[in-house]
């Protein structure tokens, strides 16, 4: 019964899809093929486009640059291992946001390391639940957590110094 009716949906579909292609559908010719035909002969005013796109996409990398620059002007020091690690969900400084905008991960400053520790080790242990930290922490050591809850347990002592 159920290779009947998949067989009857097939041939259904095939039917509408040869129709469509009979009748000249948006992109094979017709009253649509013209209007792509004409978008096409004004080289141009694409190339002027491709240009202006080109300008447009150095300056927003230049922008980005500068405000990636800005936001992390006032920050202070941390690890390579935290920059590759942790930064991209949690921001440079653990405060959950960068460039003013909320980031994936929660807010880790000013938590003190033996708690942070004890989240990392319950991340790894599976007992919290959460993909992208416990394949992050898979392959670690209790002793490399460890480094990681006490830099980020000193994130409020950095900040204060760094001003």
């Given at each position: 019964m159920k290779n009947a009716i998949v067989g009857i949906l097939v041939l259904f579909i095939l039917g509408v899809a040869g129709w469509v292609a009979s009748?000249?559908?948006p992109y094979n010719g017709g009253e649509h093929g013209k209007v792509i035909a004409d978008m096409?002969?004004?080289?141009?005013a694409k190339t002027a486009k491709v240009a202006e796109k080109d300008d447009r996409q150095k300056e927003d990398d230049k922008l980005n640059a500068l405000r990636d620059k800005a936001g992390n002007a006032g920050a202070f020091e941390v690890s390579q291992a935290y920059k590759s690690k942790?930064?991209?969900c949690h921001g440079v400084n653990g405060s959950g946001f960068q460039n003013g905008k909320p980031m994936m991960g929660p807010k880790l400053f000013g938590q003190n390391a033996d708690e942070i520790f004890k989240k990392l080790v319950d991340f790894k242990a599976g007992r919290k639940e959460n993909v992208v930290m416990k394949g992050l922490l898979m392959h670690l050591e209790e002793s490399d957590l460890r480094k990681f809850a006490d830099e980020i347990g000193e994130?409020?002592?950095r900040a204060a110094a760094a001003k």
């Open positions: 009748k000249g559908g096409g002969s004004n080289t141009t942790c930064a991209s994130f409020p002592a």
